[in-house]
């Protein structure tokens, strides 16, 4: 049994996240800006009120954790805005918001709870292959795609940077999933997403730290 956080866990994929983690037995701490009724039905730790924005949330959010030893921490919190290159001036405020939330959060998060990891740990970051500059194929999604590449490379600097405490980061791309983020459209549904993301999580090792995988297992080109 670990104790395992998840971020935005009220809804989408998190939520899913907290539930299969609960129902393995892990002790799940589901941090969430507010809890939803699904997400109250677990049994999960709630910590809610927390913008993985903003730094006094997270400060609390530390706090609250304090002597807590974190074992596994997804950071799964996102945000998808739409981009329209000829738009580009009004619109810079939802890169701004996607940078903030998809690029920072995970490493701000990360960073905010480190003295809370211990060897052995395991830090997911979810992240998409819509970052992937090998995968681009179709442009497009300016906003979403920047922040994703971003969060890609910082995954990779936070692999340096905790192996030698002998915790391993792995960038851990769901699918394409049917949540509040696609209107529901997508492949697979947040269900069999987070199944495919908890056994990668499972398999992540120092010696697979930094890696780009898809929940299905497939290695993703950066
Ligand atoms: P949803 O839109 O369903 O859920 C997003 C979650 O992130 C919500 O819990 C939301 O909380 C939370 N969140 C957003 N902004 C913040 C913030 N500032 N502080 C704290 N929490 C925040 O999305 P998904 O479940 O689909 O996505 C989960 C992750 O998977 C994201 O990182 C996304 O980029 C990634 N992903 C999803 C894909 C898909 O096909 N769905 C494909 C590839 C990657 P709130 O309810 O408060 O807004």
Redesign the pocket.
């Given at each position: 049994m670990a104790n395992v956080l998840v971020?935005?866990?009220?809804?989408?994929?998190?939520l899913e996240l907290a539930r299969q983690l609960a129902e393995r037995g892990d002790r799940v701490i589901a941090v969430?800006?507010?809890r939803s009724d699904e997400l109250s039905a677990l049994d999960a730790r709630i910590e809610s009120g927390?913008?993985?924005?903003d730094r006094d949330s997270l400060a609390d959010l530390a706090g609250r954790l304090d002597g807590v030893e974190l074992h596994g921490l997804f950071n799964?919190?996102?945000?998808?805005r739409s981009s329209d290159f000829d738009a580009l001036e009004d619109q810079l405020d939802d890169y701004r918001l996607q940078f903030e939330?998809?690029a920072l959060g995970p490493l701000r998060v990360t960073r905010a709870l480190v003295d809370r990891l211990v060897e052995g740990s395991k830090v997911a970051i979810?992240t998409?292959r819509?970052g992937s500059i090998a995968d681009n194929t179709s442009g497009g999604h300016y906003g979403y795609r920047m922040s994703k590449a971003a969060v890609n490379m910082g995954g990779v600097s936070l692999a340096h940077e905790l192996k030698p405490r002998g915790i391993a980061v792995g960038l851990l791309?769901?699918?394409?999933?049917q949540?509040?983020?696609?209107g529901h459209t997508?492949h697979v549904g947040?269900a069999e997403a987070a199944a495919g993301l908890i056994q990668r999580f499972d398999e992540l090792s120092l010696e697979s730290t930094g890696s780009f995988r898809h929940a299905n297992g497939e290695a993703l080109d950066w």
């Amino acid at each position: 049994m670990a104790n395992v956080l998840v971020t935005g866990a009220n809804r989408g994929i998190g939520l899913e996240l907290a539930r299969q983690l609960a129902e393995r037995g892990d002790r799940v701490i589901a941090v969430c800006r507010e809890r939803s009724d699904e997400l109250s039905a677990l049994d999960a730790r709630i910590e809610s009120g927390i913008d993985v924005t903003d730094r006094d949330s997270l400060a609390d959010l530390a706090g609250r954790l304090d002597g807590v030893e974190l074992h596994g921490l997804f950071n799964n919190a996102g945000v998808l805005r739409s981009s329209d290159f000829d738009a580009l001036e009004d619109q810079l405020d939802d890169y701004r918001l996607q940078f903030e939330v998809n690029a920072l959060g995970p490493l701000r998060v990360t960073r905010a709870l480190v003295d809370r990891l211990v060897e052995g740990s395991k830090v997911a970051i979810i992240t998409s292959r819509m970052g992937s500059i090998a995968d681009n194929t179709s442009g497009g999604h300016y906003g979403y795609r920047m922040s994703k590449a971003a969060v890609n490379m910082g995954g990779v600097s936070l692999a340096h940077e905790l192996k030698p405490r002998g915790i391993a980061v792995g960038l851990l791309h769901p699918g394409y999933v049917q949540t509040d983020m696609t209107g529901h459209t997508g492949h697979v549904g947040p269900a069999e997403a987070a199944a495919g993301l908890i056994q990668r999580f499972d398999e992540l090792s120092l010696e697979s730290t930094g890696s780009f995988r898809h929940a299905n297992g497939e290695a993703l080109d950066w």
